[in-house]
C-alpha cells in the first residue's frame, strides 16, 4: 500500500488558508483563556477531592445540593467513568479525615440503602499548589529555551528555531483552549493539572519531532537543489516527507485514541490532550512551522 | 553484511540483561499464581517454606506505582516558621513574632525560603540589628556576638537536623505500624515524602503521621475564677446579641445570645466550662477566641476540649464535648516517659496507656503530686485533655496513666508515638494522595488492555503498509517493549499509570523511526536503485531526521523527569527508556533482520 507516493500538494499556496484556520483558532483559544481563566485542576489551585464509588447508581445534582450545606459551600461534583462513581471536590479548610466524615456521612443520610466506599482522595496545599504550579511553568519554559538553543546548533538559522518554537506555541496554545472552553461540558475533567502539563510537553515533543523531520529535509534539498527557488523547495521538502508524515500521525493517533478509550478515567483528560495534540501538531508542521520559515527566510533576505 | 556481527552481539546482550532483570518479576507473578491455585491447606505451608524466595523474589521485582496497586502517598513539611520561634525560646520579642510572620508571609508569596527571608526582613527593618539577641547555643558556638550569617546558617542546620530526625520518628512509626516497603524521602530543604503502600486506614496513619504526641500534665484552672469569667463571658454574649437584632453572622439567630446556642454552660465539675455537640465545637472555637472574650479569661487559664465525648447521645447522633479550664503553666511533658504499655482499666474496662517516667520525671511527679493532693491534674495530648483525674496521694513511683481512649487501637497508637519520640517540630500535610487497591487494579488492567490494543493495531497496520518491511518493524517493536521493561527494571524505576500511557505513546512513535527508514526506501528504490543500495541509502539519509527528532523528544523527556514529581516522573522516565530502546531496535535490530532477509543477491524483499 502507498499513500501520498509522489504528492505536488502547493503547501506554501494554502498558508494563506491556514493563516486564518490558525488565525481563527487562536483568537479563540486566547477569547476563552483571557476570558475564562485557566481551568486550573486540583494540582495548581489546591483543595480536596474524592472519588466514591457507590453501589447502585447516584444523581450528580443530588449530591451537588445536599452537600452545600454541610461543607459551606457547593462542591464541585462529576461522574468519574461510570454512574457509580463521582468525585467530589471541595475547598472546604478543614482537616482532610473531618471534610472525608462530613462527606462519607452526608451521603449515607442521603442513600441510606446505597454503601459507598472512598476510593481515591488527592489533598493538595494552596503552598503545595503554588510550588506545582512554578514547576510546571519553569518545565515548559526551560523545554522551549532548550528546543530553539537545539535546533538553531542544528540547523545554523534561527528562522528555523523560531518557526519551530511558533508553530510549538501554536499547538500548546489552542489545545489549552479547547480544554479551557470546554471543561464545564466535557464528561471528563478537562482541568489543567500536572497530568496535562505532561501532555503538553509530549504534544511538544511530538510536533517537535514531525517539524524537525521536515526542516532535516529542507537542509537536505538546499544541499542538493542549490538554485531551485527557497519557497518551492520549502514545498518539495514537505511533499517528500508527506508520506512518512502521514504515517506516524495514523499509528500515533490510533495508539493515543486507544489509551483514550481503554486507558481508563484517570487518563481521559491527559490522553484526550494527547490525541488534539497530535491532530494539531501534524497540522502545524505542515502548514504553519515552515510557512513561518518562508516568511522570515523571505524577509531575511529582502533586508540583506 | 559487514559488521553485523558486532550489531547481532548488542543485541544478544541486550536482551539477556533485559530478561535478566524481568526475570524475577516474571517469576514472582507465576509463583503468585501457584500460590493462588493451590488448596487451602497447603498454601500456608507453601508460603511458609518459600518466605525468603519470595520475598527476594518480590524485592528485585519491577515495582508498581501506589496509583496502580494502592496506598497512600503524603507529602509534609516541616513548621520552619515555629521551629525558629522555638529555637528563639524566651528571647523571643514581639519584633521577632513580626518579622518571622512577614517572612512567612513573603516566602510563601515568592516561593523563596523561609530563612532567607527571616534574615532579609530583620535586616530590612533595622539593618544594624543583630539577629545574635534571640538566639543561644554552646553547642554550635551561637553567643551575643555571632553574625547574622552565622545565625542564618546555624538555623538552616537546626532545621535540617529538625527534618533529618522527623524522618527517623517517621520511619519508627511507620515500621511499629507495619506497612510493606514503605518509602520515606527528603524533598527540598523542608519536606519529607511518605509513600505507604497498601495502606487502607487513611485517618489512623495521618494522625500517625503528624502526632506530635505533645504529652503536657498540667494543673486545672482555679474553679472560682473560671466560674466568675463564665459569666462575664456569657453576659458579654448578650449585651452583644440585644445590641443587634441584625445577626451579625448567618448562623446566628438574632436577638439569641451567639454563645449559648452552642455551648451548654454547666458541667460534671466546676473545672468544665461548658459542653458543646461535636459539630458546635469550631463554632465555639470562634466565639472564645475573640480578643474581647480572651480578655475575660482569668490569668494563666485556657480552655481545652476533652479528647472523648463524655455522653453520647446515638439516637440524635450527637457526641457531646466538654471544655476544660486549664493552667496555661506547663508542669511537666512527656519527654520524661520512658516506657508505655496498653492494658485495660479494672473498673471500667477500658483500654488505658500506662507510662512510666525516668527518676528525674518521677520526682518531679512526686512534687507535682504531693503539693496538689485534692486538685486535678490534666493530662493534655496535643492539646486535647484525656483526663483530669483527682489526686488522691503522692506519687512517688513515677508513674501516671492516661485513660478516655476510644479504643485499644487507639491505644496502641498513642504508645508507638509516646515511644517513637516526639517531633522536633510540628509537621504539616501539604499534599496527601491516597488511590483505593481496585482502583489500582482497575488501572492495572486498563493499562494492560491500552498496551495490547496499541499494539495491536499499529502491528496490523505496519505489515499492511509496508508488508515484509512492516513484520520486521513489528518484531523489533516486540522487542522493544521487553527493552523497555528491562530498562525500567534495571534502573529501579517504579511503573505507574502515566508509565504504562509512555510505553502506549512509545509503541506509536516508536515505528516512526522504521517509517522514516522504509519511506527513504521506497523512495531510493523509485530512483531506480537496487534493492540493496536502496537499503543501504535508506537507512543512512533518513538518520539524521531519526536523529534529530528524538534527541529533541529526549529533552522534553529529561526536563519533565526533573520538574515534574511523582507520576510524572514515571511518565517521563518511561518516555526516555521509549525513545533509547526504540532508537536501537528500530535502527540495529531492523537492519541486521533486513541484510539477513537479502543476504542473497537475489533474494527480494517487499517494502510495500
Keep these: 500500500m502507498r499513500w501520498f507516493e509522489t504528492p505536488s500538494f502547493d503547501f506554501i499556496k494554502g498558508h494563506k488558508i491556514a493563516y486564518f484556520i490558525s488565525g481563527a483558532l487562536l483568537v479563540a483559544a486566547l477569547i476563552g483563556i483571557v476570558g475564562k481563566g485557566l481551568q486550573y485542576g486540583i494540582d495548581f489551585r489546591g483543595g480536596k477531592e474524592f472519588v466514591l464509588q457507590f453501589d447502585q447508581p447516584v444523581e450528580v445534582t443530588q449530591i451537588r445540593s445536599s452537600l452545600s450545606d454541610p461543607l459551606g459551600s457547593a462542591p464541585e461534583v462529576k461522574k468519574f467513568g461510570s454512574d457509580l462513581e463521582i468525585l467530589i471536590r471541595t475547598d ?213 | 553484511m559487514q559488521g553485523n556481527g558486532t550489531k547481532i552481539v548488542f543485541i544478544a546482550v541486550f536482551l539477556g540483561i533485559s530478561i535478566f532483570y524481568l526475570w524475577p518479576t516474571a517469576a514472582f507473578y507465576l509463583e503468585q499464581n501457584y500460590i493462588e491455585d493451590l488448596p487451602q491447606a497447603e498454601r500456608a505451608q507453601y508460603m511458609e517454606e518459600n518466605r525468603g524466595k519470595m520475598q527476594e523474589l518480590r524485592q528485585n521485582s519491577l515495582s508498581l506505582g501506589l496509583d496502580l496497586q494502592g496506598g497512600m502517598h503524603v507529602t509534609m513539611e516541616v513548621g520552619t516558621p515555629k521551629l525558629v520561634r522555638e529555637l528563639a525560646g524566651e528571647y523571643a520579642d514581639t519584633t521577632l513574632v513580626n518579622v518571622i510572620q512577614t517572612a512567612e508571609e513573603r516566602s510563601l508569596e515568592n516561593g523563596t525560603d523561609f530563612i532567607d527571608e527571616l534574615v532579609q526582613v530583620f535586616e530590612q527593618r533595622d539593618p544594624d540589628a543583630r539577629l545574635s539577641r534571640y538566639f543561644r547555643s554552646d553547642t554550635e558556638n551561637i553567643t551575643r556576638r555571632s553574625t547574622n550569617e552565622e545565625i542564618q546558617a546555624y538555623l538552616k542546620k537546626q532545621r535540617d537536623s529538625a527534618v533529618d530526625r522527623a524522618m527517623e520518628v517517621i520511619r519508627t512509626r511507620v515500621d511499629r505500624y507495619g506497612v510493606n516497603e514503605p518509602s520515606i524521602l527528603k524533598q527540598g530543604n523542608s519536606r519529607i515524602v511518605v509513600e505507604l503502600p497498601g495502606v487502607a486506614q487513611k485517618e489512623r496513619v495521618r494522625s500517625l503521621l503528624k502526632g506530635t504526641a505533645r504529652l503536657e500534665f498540667r494543673l486545672a484552672a482555679d474553679a472560682d475564677e473560671l466560674n466568675a469569667s463564665k459569666e462575664q463571658i456569657i453576659g458579654y454574649f448578650d449585651r452583644q446579641a440585644a445590641a443587634s437584632d441584625t445577626a451579625d453572622t448567618v448562623q446566628q439567630q438574632s436577638g439569641a445570645n451567639a454563645l449559648t446556642q452552642v455551648l451548654n454552660p454547666r458541667g460534671r465539675s466546676q473545672y468544665v466550662f461548658g459542653y458543646a455537640a461535636s459539630t458546635d465545637t469550631a463554632r465555639v472555637n470562634e466565639l472564645i477566641s475573640r480578643p474581647e472574650v480572651q480578655r475575660m479569661m482569668p490569668r494563666n487559664t485556657e480552655l481545652m476540649w476533652g479528647a472523648a465525648p463524655f455522653q453520647e447521645l446515638p439516637e440524635q447522633g450527637v457526641e457531646l464535648y466538654e471544655l476544660i479550664g486549664v493552667r496555661s503553666q506547663i508542669e511537666m511533658t512527656g519527654d520524661v516517659i520512658e516506657e508505655a504499655t496498653v492494658n485495660f482499666d479494672q473498673a471500667t474496662n477500658q483500654p488505658r496507656v500506662s507510662m512510666n517516667m525516668n527518676s528525674e520525671g518521677a520526682r518531679r511527679w512526686s512534687r507535682i503530686t504531693g503539693a496538689n493532693i485534692g486538685k486535678p491534674i490534666a493530662i493534655v495530648l496535643d492539646g486535647y485533655v484525656y483526663s483530669y483525674p483527682n489526686v488522691e496521694t503522692k506519687i512517688s513511683s513515677g508513674r501516671s496513666s492516661i485513660t478516655g481512649l476510644e479504643n485499644v487501637q487507639e491505644a496502641e497508637d498513642l504508645v508507638n508515638i509516646l515511644l517513637s519520640g516526639a517531633l522536633p517540630a510540628p509537621l504539616e500535610i501539604i499534599e496527601e494522595r491516597t488511590v483505593g487497591a481496585t482502583l489500582g487494579e482497575d488501572s492495572i488492567q486498563a493499562g494492560f488492555y491500552s498496551t495490547v490494543f496499541g499494539l495491536f493495531v499499529v502491528a496490523i497496520f505496519m505489515i499492511v503498509y509496508y508488508r515484509s518491511g512492516g513484520a520486521i518493524a513489528d518484531l523489533a517493536l516486540m522487542l522493544n517493549i521487553l527493552f523497555i521493561l528491562g530498562i525500567l527494571a534495571a534502573f529501579k524505576a517504579t511503573l505507574t499509570l502515566p508509565g504504562i500511557a509512555g510505553i502506549v505513546l512509545t509503541i506509536g512513535m516508536a515505528v516512526d523511526a522504521n517509517v522514516l527508514i522504509f519511506d527513504r526506501i521506497r523512495e531510493e528504490q523509485r530512483a531506480g536503485k537496487t534493492l540493496r543500495a536502496a537499503i543501504d541509502g535508506g537507512y543512512s539519509n533518513a538518520m539524521s531526521a531519526i536523529v534529530d527528532a528524538n534527541v529533541t523528544t529526549f529533552f522534553v523527556g529529561i526536563i519533565l523527569y526533573s520538574f515534574g514529581v511523582g507520576p510524572i516522573k514515571g511518565f517521563a522516565v518511561t518516555l526516555m527508556a521509549g525513545i533509547v530502546a526504540s532508537l536501537f531496535s528500530a535502527i540495529v535490530i531492523t537492519r541486521v533482520v533486513v541484510d539477513y532477509l537479502t543476504r542473497d543477491k537475489s533474494a527480494d524483499l517487499n517494502f510495500g
Design chain 1, 92 to 304: 472546604n479548610p478543614g482537616e482532610i479525615s473531618t471534610v472525608q466524615n462530613i462527606i462519607t456521612s452526608t451521603m449515607n443520610e442521603v442513600y441510606p440503602e446505597n454503601e459507598n466506599i472512598v476510593i481515591k482522595t488527592d489533598v493538595v496545599g494552596p503552598r503545595f499548589a503554588e510550588d506545582l504550579k512554578s514547576g510546571a511553568l519553569n518545565a515548559i519554559i526551560f523545554a522551549l529555551i532548550v528546543i530553539f538553543i537545539y535546533i538553531l546548533i542544528r540547523f545554523k538559522n534561527w528562522t528555523f528555531s523560531l518557526g519551530a518554537v511558533v508553530a510549538l506555541f501554536h499547538d500548546v496554545l489552542i489545545v489549552l483552549g479547547v480544554f479551557t472552553i470546554f471543561n464545564d461540558i466535557a464528561p471528563f475533567s478537562m482541568q489543567i493539572d500536572q497530568a496535562i502539563i505532561a501532555a503538553f510537553l509530549t504534544i511538544v515533543g511530538y510536533s517537535l519531532n514531525d517539524t524537525v523531520v521536515v526542516f532535516d529535509r529542507i537542509r537536505e534539498n538546499m544541499i542538493q537543489y542549490k538554485t531551485m527557488d527557497f519557497t518551492e523547495m520549502i514545498n518539495k521538502s514537505l511533499n517528500d516527507t508527506l508520506s512518512r508524515t502521514v504515517i506516524t500521525s495514523v499509528t500515533t493517533l490510533f495508539v493515543v485514541t486507544v489509551l483514550f478509550i481503554f486507558g481508563g478515567e484517570v487518563l481521559k483528560g491527559f490522553s484526550f490532550a494527547l490525541v488534539l495534540g497530535v491532530l494539531i501538531g501534524t497540522y502545524s508542521s505542515l502548514f504553519v512551522a515552515s510557512a513561518i520559515v518562508v516568511e522570515l527566510q523571505l524577509r531575511k533576505e529582502q533586508a540583506s
